[in-house]
């Protein structure tokens, strides 16, 4: 079982940066795809960016891609999601998610474990 603890949300203002952590434990970090995704209200999670078990891939969501930056440390059972020029519509949850196996997969049905997500809001 893999436990998944976010952390970094916060309020900002639009243009600023955050940067989320995601600290796993139970489990072999270095075996697991981890993802980030994020859920604003009334809408449906939606995938953001995923990295592979090695770090040596990535895939981002078109609307973030080139403002966020998807990172692991497996020494340090760390996921990053780096977030620039943040705009009020990244306003959401954001939450981190393991995947059993390589990784690199968008869907989250495709994800084992998921962590209980931390609040990012964007004012404009």
């Known amino acids: 079982q893999v436990q998944l603890v976010e952390s970094g949300g916060g309020l900002v203002q639009a243009g600023a940066s955050l940067r989320l952590s995601c600290a796993a434990s139970?489990?072999?970090?270095?075996?697991?795809?981890m993802g980030w995704f994020r859920q604003a209200p009334g809408k449906e999670r939606e995938f953001i960016a995923t990295?592979?078990?090695?770090?040596?891939?990535?895939r981002y969501a078109d609307s973030v891609k080139g403002r966020f930056t998807i990172s692991r440390d497996n020494a340090k059972n760390t996921v990053y999601l780096q977030m620039n020029s943040l705009k009020f519509e990244d306003t959401a949850v954001y939450y981190c998610?393991?995947?059993?196996?390589?990784?690199?997969?968008?869907?989250?049905?495709?994800?084992?474990?998921w962590g209980q997500g931390t609040q990012v809001t964007v004012s404009s």
């Open positions: 139970g489990g072999t970090f270095s075996a697991y795809g």
């Open positions: 990295i592979t078990s090695s770090g040596r891939a990535t």
């Open positions: 998610a393991a995947a059993r196996g390589p990784g690199g997969a968008l869907t989250t049905v495709s994800y084992n474990y």
